[in-house]
């Protein structure tokens, strides 16, 4: 019975991980600091992370926000392992909006592993985040 029941447990860990490994990431003001880049202390640009990555600032009810929303889906399923896709509600972490100069969303900031990172605004068709996948973050799929 007890290998049965770590047996199940193993397989829903691996579900799990598989399941969430296919969507954006939605992060806060902390995670960012951690996981992206430490705006607060660091005096010049490095992204912390080990793959490049996209980061969607939106908010709950922006109409445009929605709109890209599945389309942040499918990109993290199809480019799953090759980039990051990171969410963060303007609305919840206005320090890391106001820290980027958010003004307008859907902001798009996209983190190439080597130089500076590109923002861009507004609700983009999925081609277009394909081009800036291709030739900002250099992945293909």
């Known amino acids: 019975m007890f290998k049965k029941l770590i047996n199940i447990l193993m397989i829903l860990a691996v579900f799990t991980s598989f399941a969430n490994a296919q969507k ?3 992060i806060d003001e902390a995670t960012f600091k951690k996981e992206v880049f430490d705006y607060e202390n660091a005096k010049e ?5 080990d793959k490049p ?3 969607d600032f939106y908010a709950d009810w922006c109409g445009p926000c929605k709109r890209i929303a599945p389309i942040m889906v499918e990109l993290a399923k199809e480019y799953d392992g090759k980039i990051v896709i990171y969410k963060v ?3 919840n972490n206005r320090n890391l909006a106001a820290a980027f100069g958010i003004q307008s969303i859907p902001s798009i900031l996209f983190i190439p592993m080597q130089g500076k990172p590109t923002m861009g605004q507004g609700a983009y068709p999925k081609e277009t985040f394909e ?6 973050l250099k992945v293909e799929k």
């Open 89 to 91: 509600n303007t609305d």
């Open 45 to 49: 640009w490095k992204y912390l992370g």
């Open 131 to 136: 081009k800036a996948i291709k030739e900002i």
């Open 24 to 26: 954006p990431i939605h």
């Open 53 to 55: 990555a996209i980061v």
